[in-house]
C-alpha cells in the first residue's frame, strides 16, 4: 500500500462513552460516528491553541490499519481495500477500532486521499501490492479540462495537497522517479497549474464540508512536496497550500489545519508560510531543530520514527520523553514521524499510548 493511504478526517477528543451521533460521509450519507459531547474542549485542540495542558495529546497516523489484528480480520473477509474505505458501514468498524483499544486523543476516519479524485471526473482504484493505479493519467491542457468537481462528493477530516494529488493523476499511480510531473512542470508549466488550481479549490471546498460536520481539525498530506526543489516549492506547492488555508479561513477561522510533509527538513520554514497551525515533523528532523527553526508561535507534530515501535518497551518510553522534553510543553501533539509501519507489534502500540497518556508536563 503506498504512502498516501493512511486514513482520514481528524475529530479529536471523543469522550470514554462513545454517543451515536452522526457525521456526514464523503457521499452524502450520514453515518454513526464519535463527536464531542459538553462543553470541554479536546485536548488537542487546547494544545494547538496554545492552552495550558497537562500533557501533550497524541494521535498516529495510520492508527487503523494493518498492524491491528481486528484490522486484518477485515481484510480477509473484505480484500478491496476501496470496499473497505467507502463502504460506511466497513469505515465506521475500522475508524473505532484503536479507539475502542487505545483511546487516542484524535479519532482518523479511515479513507484515502485519493476519495475525492472520481467527483472530479479522474478514476482510479487501489491494487494490492502495486498501490493506486490511475486509468487515465492526465498528460495535456484537454486532460486538465475534464477535471471537474461534483459538489456532492467530500472527504472528511484529511485531504491531499494539490501537488501531491497532481503527482499521482499525472504520473498514474505511485512513482520512485517523479519523471512525469517534473517534465510537465519544467515544460508546459501552465498545464500543470491549472490542475493544482482545481485540486486547491476542490481540497478548501472538502475541508470546509468535513468542517461543518463534525471534524475539529484537518490534517493536509503533501506527500510528495519533498522531491521539489526549494525554488520550485515555492511556485508548485506553496501557492496552492496558502490559497487551500486563506479559502478555510474566510469561512471557518478557528479550525486547525495542519500540514505534513515527509522528508521536508529542507522545507520547514517555507511549510510555515502556508498560513497553517500545526507543522508535522518528520522523524529526520531532531524536534528541538525543528522548534527553533519553526519558531514558538507555530504548534508541532510528532515526531517519533515509526520504526522506534518495534524496539523494546524501554526503548519506546526513552524516545517518547526524548520527543516531548524537546518539543516543550506548548503546543505540542505527539505523533509518530510518519505512519505506523505495517508488522508493528500491535501491544507495541498500546505501550506507545499508555506512556504518552501517563506523561506529565510537570514531572519532566
Not at 189 to 209: C, D, G, N, Q, R
Amino acid at each position: 500500500m503506498s504512502s498516501c493511504i493512511c486514513s482520514c478526517s481528524l475529530l479529536a477528543g471523543v469522550p470514554t462513552a462513545v454517543p451515536k451521533n452522526r457525521i456526514r460521509c464523503s457521499v452524502g450519507e450520514v453515518v454513526a460516528g464519535p463527536l464531542v459531547t459538553g462543553v470541554t474542549e479536546p485536548l488537542l485542540l487546547n494544545a494547538v491553541r496554545g492552552l495550558e495542558v497537562e500533557r501533550p495529546p497524541v494521535w498516529l497516523m495510520r492508527q487503523a490499519g494493518r498492524y491491528m489484528k481486528s484490522y486484518q480480520a477485515i481484510c480477509e473477509k473484505y480484500p478491496s481495500f476501496r470496499e473497505r474505505s467507502e463502504n460506511v458501514d466497513l469505515v465506521v468498524e475500522i475508524s473505532l477500532q484503536p479507539w475502542n483499544v487505545f483511546k487516542p486523543d484524535g479519532v482518523i476516519l479511515f479513507s484515502d486521499i485519493l476519495t475525492p479524485l472520481p467527483g472530479m471526473n479522474i478514476p482510479f482504484d487501489i491494487v494490492k501490492g502495486k498501490g493506486p493505479i490511475i486509468f487515465h493519467p492526465v498528460e495535456t491542457a484537454a486532460d486538465v479540462e475534464r477535471v471537474r468537481v461534483d459538489n456532492k462528493a467530500a472527504v472528511l477530516g484529511f485531504v491531499g495537497a494539490p501537488f501531491t494529488l497532481a503527482s499521482y493523476v499525472v504520473e498514474g499511480g505511485s512513482s520512485k522517479n517523479f519523471t512525469k510531473i517534473k517534465k510537465l512542470a519544467f515544460s508546459q508549466p501552465k498545464v500543470l497549474h491549472a490542475l493544482l488550481a482545481k485540486f486547491a479549490t476542490s481540497m478548501a471546498t472538502y475541508i470546509k464540508y468535513q468542517a461543518e460536520n463534525g471534524a475539529q481539525a484537518v490534517q493536509i498530506f503533501d506527500s510528495w512536496a519533498t522531491e521539489l526543489s526549494p525554488v520550485d516549492f515555492e511556485e508548485f506547492s506553496l501557492p496552492y497550500l496558502k490559497k487551500i488555508v486563506e479559502s478555510v479561513r474566510l469561512t471557518h477561522p478557528d479550525l486547525p489545519l495542519i500540514l505534513y510533509a515527509s522528508g521536508s527538513g529542507g522545507l520547514l520554514e517555507r511549510l510555515a508560510l502556508t498560513g497553517v497551525d500545526v507543522v508535522s515533523l518528520d522523524w529526520t528532523v531532531d524536534m528541538a531543530e525543528g522548534r527553533r527553526r519553526l519558531g514558538p508561535d507555530l504548534a508541532v507534530q510528532g515526531n517519533v520514527d515509526p520504526g522506534v515501535l518495534f524496539g523494546s518497551k524501554e526503548f519506546i518510553t526513552s524516545r517518547i520523553n526524548d520527543t516531548v522534553r524537546k518539543a516543550g510543553r506548548r503546543k505540542h501533539i505527539l505523533n509518530l514521524g510518519h505512519g505506523i509501519k505495517v508488522g508493528t507489534p500491535e501491544e507495541n502500540v498500546a505501550h506507545f499510548f499508555e506512556v504518552a497518556k501517563g506523561i506529565r508536563y510537570e514531572d519532566l
